[in-house]
């Protein structure tokens, strides 16, 4: 078993299966997730004949960083080498006194999204607990992220368990003891998946609209024709009219609809009364994402006369609505732009033979 990611209860389970006390796993998880140690040697205070049984029955690894890029505007992009041995990616974006870590939760992604260059690459493999927290635990930045979005490559709730396994570590007082409302995942709505995210978290959530109508949509997101945006929006509404999450308590979470802006495809003003007709009334707000482009696709982007008057559609109806600066676009770290290049198996090999330990 990996060490790293695991839960605290399953570190007690593996302490009380060595003739342990429980305590010990609170002990182990403080060592993981608050110390960064690097082998099960360095948890001083666990007994020795423990610290030796899990040095030679379990592991301690995390993905290994490959490559590290920076843009012009200071946004960093890292390349990391999953334990199937595919590869995937994370961004770090620099604005004002944020600074925001974008985390994959697969390799690939099989939704097929058609304004995506992740969705190219298909779905390679599903990343664990490990992987996607090793993004935070291994980044020189670590120490300075104020925010974290599960918008990278992937969907997550196509891998609802890793994803929720690792928010537990992220925000649990036993682990990294993060605030829920310094994280967001991003989603196209898979049900029941999402009520999963909903009830056993607090974290906020982003759900990738893109189009109101159905014509318009199921073009763009294959996932629109088994999970129909309306039918996600019904949830949401129903949740709202009984106060249920993310609609309940004080420090509400954030709801929010994103739209990635594509030049006459999206960003028509009748789409954007179409989206207003929507959501009206369910407390959130719109993101709108000019597009990214990349080789190979008929997509442009919106002009920005465009982008402006979509938004004033919708702040006339009193959503609020923002539009997201594109950042890290000249080294592939922008939206849509995380494809995760495979390398060569030689290469590969040359440069990262096994994944790392701690």
């Known amino acids: 078993m990996n060490l790293f990611g695991a839960s605290l209860d399953e570190l007690a389970t593996l302490a009380t299966q060595a003739g342990e006390p429980a305590y010990r796993g609170k002990q182990a998880a403080d060592w993981l997730y608050r110390h960064h140690v690097t082998t099960p040697a360095a948890m001083a205070n ?47 974006i620099p604005e004002g006194d944020r600074l925001t870590l974008c ?23 599903q990343l664990s607990p490990a992987e996607i927290l090793g993004q935070l635990r291994d980044l020189p930045e670590r120490d300075h992220v104020t925010n974290i979005v599960y918008m990278g490559m992937g969907e997550p709730l196509d891998n609802t368990d890793a994803v929720l396994a690792s ?62 945006i309306a039918s996600i929006v019904d949830l949401l ?5 009984l106060a ?54 008929s997509f442009n982007s919106s002009s920005r006369s465009s982008i402006l008057a979509y938004q004033s559609v919708l702040k006339r109806a009193g959503i609020v609505t923002t539009i997201r600066e594109s950042r890290g676009q000249d080294i592939g770290a922008a939206c849509g732009l995380l494809a995760g290049a495979q390398m060569t198996r030689t290469t590969a090999a040359t440069s990262n033979p096994a994944p790392r330990s701690l």
């Open 46 to 92: 666990l007994p020795a004949a423990l610290r030796v049984e899990w040095e030679s029955k379990h592991d301690l690894i995390s993905p290994r960083q490959i490559e590290a890029s920076t843009s012009t505007d200071g946004t960093k992009k890292y390349i990391w080498e999953a334990f199937g041995g595919d590869v995937f990616e994370s961004a770090l």
């Open 167 to 228: 928010i537990r570590v992220l925000t649990s007082e036993w682990g990294y003891g993060w605030s829920a409302r310094r994280i967001t995942v991003s989603s196209v709505g898979i049900l029941p998946d999402l009520e999963r995210l909903l009830d056993e978290t607090d974290v906020n959530v982003a759900i990738s609209l893109h189009a109101a109508r159905r014509e318009d949509r199921l073009p763009l997101v294959p996932s629109e024709n088994r999970y129909p």
């Open 244 to 297: 249920l999450p993310p609609f309940t308590g004080a420090g509400r979470r954030r709801l929010s609809f994103e739209i990635t802006m594509l030049d006459g495809v999206t960003d028509r003003p009748e789409q954007a009364a179409a989206v207003r007709d929507l959501i009206q009334g369910i407390p959130s707000r719109v993101n709108l994402i000019p597009w990214n482009p990349f080789p190979g696709t």
């Open 103 to 125: 985390v994959s939760s697969q390799a690939g992604c099989k939704i097929g999204c058609k304004f995506c260059l992740t969705a190219r690459k298909g779905l390679r493999q």
């Open 237 to 241: 509404r129903y949740r709202a009219e």
